[in-house]
C-alpha cells in the first residue's frame, strides 16, 4: 500500500479554524483561506497503522521564510532583506536614475499569492523641491524639475496620497473609490525619519480604496510619509529658505473586498521585517556626495555606478556606515519596546542561525528550521516535526 511521502499533500478537505469554510492543503502547508482571509498552517500527523492515512490539521498561524534581494544593476551588493510567506512570489527591485541625484536609486517591487488576491507593494518613492526665492521660482515654476527632482511647495500627506500617489500608481483602475483617510502618526518614528532634526517635519497616513482590475474587484490600503527637509539660504535680495521633500515609505496590502482585516496582520510582519543593507546604503550615500562633488551633471549610463563606486574613497564609505550604525543604535536602544509594540512583533530566539528574529506577536508558539522557516500558531499541540523531513526547532521568546 502506498504511504504518503513528507512533501506529498492530498486535497483533503479541512475547514479553516476562524470561520469554518473548506481549505485546500498546498504543497507548502500554508494558506490563506479565501473566505476570510486568516492565515492558516497545516500539520500532517503520522499514518495512522491500519489505513495507512495521514491526518491533516489546520491552524491560525503563519508560515514565514527570509528573501534576500541584490542590487545586481547597481551597486551588486544586498540590498535588503525581509520575511515574506512560503509559496508567495516576487516581482521587481531596484531601479536606477543618476539623472536624479537627490534620489539616484528607488525599491519598487511586489510580494503576492499566486493562489490568491493578495498582494504586498512597495511603491517607487518620489522627490520634491521647493525655494521661497522669487527669481528661483520664476526660472523653475511647479512642475518642472530642478537637478531630477520635481519643484512642488511641500503639502500634508492627505493632499500627497490624493495628488500625487493615487493618480500617478493607481489611474488605471476602474471604479476606482476612496472609502476613508486616517493619519498615521506612529509611522514616522516607526521608520525613524530624521526631518524633524532639519527644522522640518514628518506626517504619515494611510487610504483605503477599492477598485476593479482585470475583472475582479479589490480592497487596498495604501500607507506612506511625507518628509520635509528645510534649510536657509542667502540670496542677493533677501534671506529664503529651500525645501527637499519626499513621498516615500509608500507601501500597499490588497485583498479581495472584506478580507483586508483578517490579512492586516501577515502584511504587517512583512513591510515591517523590511531590513534595509546598511553596506548598501553607505554605498548608495557615496554615489548622492560624489553626484553632489562633480556639480550634478546627467550621467545617462547604469554601468557608471561602479565606476562610481571606485573613486569615492573607502574612508567615505566608512563614515557613511558608521553614521548608520550609531543612528541605528541610538534609535533602537530608545524604541525597541515601542517599536515592537506598535509594530506587532516579538522577539524569538532561532537556534540554528543563534540570533534574535522578530516574529508575528499574539500566537504564543514559534517554530523554526535548517532553511530558515519560520511557523507561528496559537495551537499548542501543533507540531512541524510531525511528517516532515526538515527539522524544526521551537523558538524561545526573547525580551
Same mark, same amino acid.
Given at each position: 500500500?502506498?504511504?504518503?511521502?513528507?512533501?506529498?499533500?492530498?486535497?483533503?478537505?479541512?475547514?479553516?479554524?476562524?470561520?469554518?469554510?473548506?481549505?485546500?492543503?498546498?504543497?507548502?502547508?500554508?494558506?490563506?483561506?479565501?473566505?476570510?482571509?486568516?492565515?492558516?498552517?497545516?500539520?500532517?500527523?503520522?499514518?495512522?497503522?491500519?489505513?495507512?492515512?495521514?491526518?491533516?490539521?489546520?491552524?491560525?498561524?503563519?508560515?514565514?521564510?527570509?528573501?534576500?534581494?541584490?542590487?545586481?544593476?547597481?551597486?551588486?551588493?544586498?540590498?535588503?532583506?525581509?520575511?515574506?510567506?512560503?509559496?508567495?512570489?516576487?516581482?521587481?527591485?531596484?531601479?536606477?536614475?543618476?539623472?536624479?541625484?537627490?534620489?539616484?536609486?528607488?525599491?519598487?517591487?511586489?510580494?503576492?499569492?499566486?493562489?490568491? #488576491? *493578495?498582494? $504586498?507593494?512597495?511603491?517607487?518613492?518620489?522627490? %520634491?523641491?521647493?525655494? /521661497? =526665492? !522669487?527669481?528661483?521660482?520664476?526660472?523653475?515654476?511647479?512642475?518642472?524639475?530642478?537637478?531630477?527632482?520635481?519643484?512642488?511647495?511641500?503639502?500634508?500627506?492627505?493632499?500627497?496620497?490624493?495628488?500625487?500617489?493615487?493618480?500617478?500608481?493607481?489611474?488605471?483602475?476602474?471604479?476606482?473609490?476612496?472609502?476613508?483617510?486616517?493619519?498615521?502618526?506612529?509611522?514616522?518614528?516607526?521608520?525613524?525619519?530624521?526631518?524633524?532634526?532639519?527644522?522640518?517635519?514628518?506626517?504619515?497616513?494611510?487610504?483605503?480604496?477599492?477598485?476593479?482590475?482585470?475583472?475582479?474587484?479589490?480592497?487596498?490600503?495604501?500607507?506612506?510619509?511625507?518628509?520635509?527637509?528645510?534649510?536657509?539660504?542667502?540670496?542677493?535680495?533677501?534671506? #529664503? *529658505?529651500? $525645501?527637499?521633500?519626499?513621498?516615500?515609505?509608500? %507601501?500597499?496590502?490588497? /485583498? =479581495? !473586498?472584506?478580507?483586508?482585516?483578517?490579512?492586516?496582520?501577515?502584511?504587517?510582519?512583512?513591510?515591517?521585517?523590511?531590513?534595509?543593507?546598511?553596506?548598501?546604503?553607505?554605498?548608495?550615500?557615496?554615489?548622492?556626495?560624489?553626484?553632489?562633488?562633480?556639480?550634478?551633471?546627467?550621467?545617462?549610463?547604469?554601468?557608471?555606478?561602479?565606476?562610481?563606486?571606485?573613486?569615492?574613497?573607502?574612508?567615505?564609505?566608512?563614515?557613511?556606515?558608521?553614521?548608520?550604525?550609531?543612528?541605528?543604535?541610538?534609535?533602537?536602544?530608545?524604541?525597541?519596546?515601542?517599536?515592537?509594540?506598535?509594530?506587532?512583533?516579538?522577539?524569538?530566539?532561532?537556534?540554528?542561525?543563534?540570533?534574535?528574529?522578530?516574529?508575528?506577536?499574539?500566537?504564543?508558539?514559534?517554530?523554526?528550521?535548517?532553511?530558515?522557516?519560520?511557523?507561528?500558531?496559537?495551537? !499548542?499541540?501543533?507540531?512541524?516535526?510531525?511528517?516532515?523531513?526538515?527539522?524544526?526547532?521551537?523558538?524561545?521568546?526573547?525580551?
Amino acid at each position: 500500500m502506498h504511504q504518503a511521502s513528507p512533501h506529498e499533500f492530498h486535497p483533503t478537505a479541512l475547514q479553516c479554524p476562524q470561520c469554518g469554510a473548506n481549505l485546500t492543503p498546498a504543497a507548502e502547508a500554508y494558506v490563506i483561506c479565501q473566505y476570510c482571509g486568516s492565515s492558516v498552517v497545516i500539520a500532517h500527523s503520522a499514518p495512522d497503522s491500519r489505513s495507512q492515512e495521514a491526518e491533516v490539521n489546520a491552524a491560525l498561524g503563519m508560515r514565514l521564510k527570509e528573501l534576500r534581494y541584490t542590487d545586481r544593476e547597481g551597486t551588486g551588493l544586498e540590498m535588503f532583506r525581509m520575511l515574506i510567506p512560503v509559496g508567495w512570489d516576487f516581482r521587481g527591485g531596484c531601479r536606477w536614475a543618476l539623472d536624479n541625484p537627490g534620489m539616484p536609486a528607488v525599491a519598487a517591487f511586489q510580494v503576492w499569492n499566486p493562489q490568491g #488576491a *493578495e498582494i $504586498f507593494e512597495v511603491l517607487p518613492n518620489m522627490n %520634491f523641491t521647493w525655494n /521661497t =526665492a !522669487p527669481l528661483t521660482q520664476m526660472m523653475f515654476p511647479p512642475g518642472s524639475r530642478y537637478f531630477g527632482a520635481e519643484v512642488h511647495q511641500p503639502v500634508n500627506i492627505q493632499e500627497a496620497m490624493f495628488k500625487f500617489v493615487l493618480p500617478r500608481y493607481r489611474s488605471q483602475m476602474q471604479n476606482l473609490q476612496v472609502v476613508d483617510f486616517s493619519p498615521q502618526p506612529d509611522l514616522p518614528r516607526l521608520v525613524k525619519s530624521e526631518a524633524a532634526a532639519s527644522g522640518g517635519w514628518a506626517e504619515g497616513g494611510r487610504v483605503r480604496i477599492r477598485y476593479g482590475w482585470q475583472g475582479s474587484a479589490y480592497e487596498e490600503d495604501m500607507y506612506g510619509v511625507v518628509e520635509v527637509f528645510r534649510a536657509p539660504m542667502i540670496t542677493m535680495l533677501a534671506a #529664503a *529658505e529651500v $525645501f527637499f521633500w519626499f513621498i516615500d515609505y509608500l %507601501f500597499s496590502f490588497r /485583498t =479581495a !473586498p472584506g478580507r483586508m482585516d483578517a490579512a492586516s496582520k501577515l502584511f504587517g510582519v512583512m513591510a515591517y521585517s523590511f531590513r534595509l543593507n546598511p553596506h548598501w546604503y553607505a554605498a548608495y550615500q557615496s554615489i548622492i556626495q560624489y553626484l553632489a562633488r562633480q556639480q550634478i551633471q546627467r550621467i545617462h549610463h547604469i554601468g557608471q555606478i561602479s565606476q562610481i563606486l571606485a573613486q569615492t574613497s573607502r574612508e567615505i564609505r566608512e563614515q557613511n556606515l558608521q553614521s548608520w550604525y550609531h543612528r541605528q543604535e541610538v534609535q533602537d536602544r530608545q524604541n525597541l519596546e515601542w517599536s515592537r509594540a506598535m509594530r506587532g512583533v516579538e522577539g524569538f530566539y532561532d537556534p540554528h542561525r543563534e540570533q534574535v528574529v522578530e516574529l508575528p506577536s499574539g500566537y504564543g508558539h514559534a517554530w523554526a528550521n535548517n532553511l530558515g522557516e519560520y511557523i507561528v500558531t496559537e495551537d !499548542p499541540n501543533f507540531n512541524p516535526n510531525l511528517f516532515s523531513n526538515l527539522h524544526w526547532e521551537e523558538m524561545p521568546q526573547q525580551s
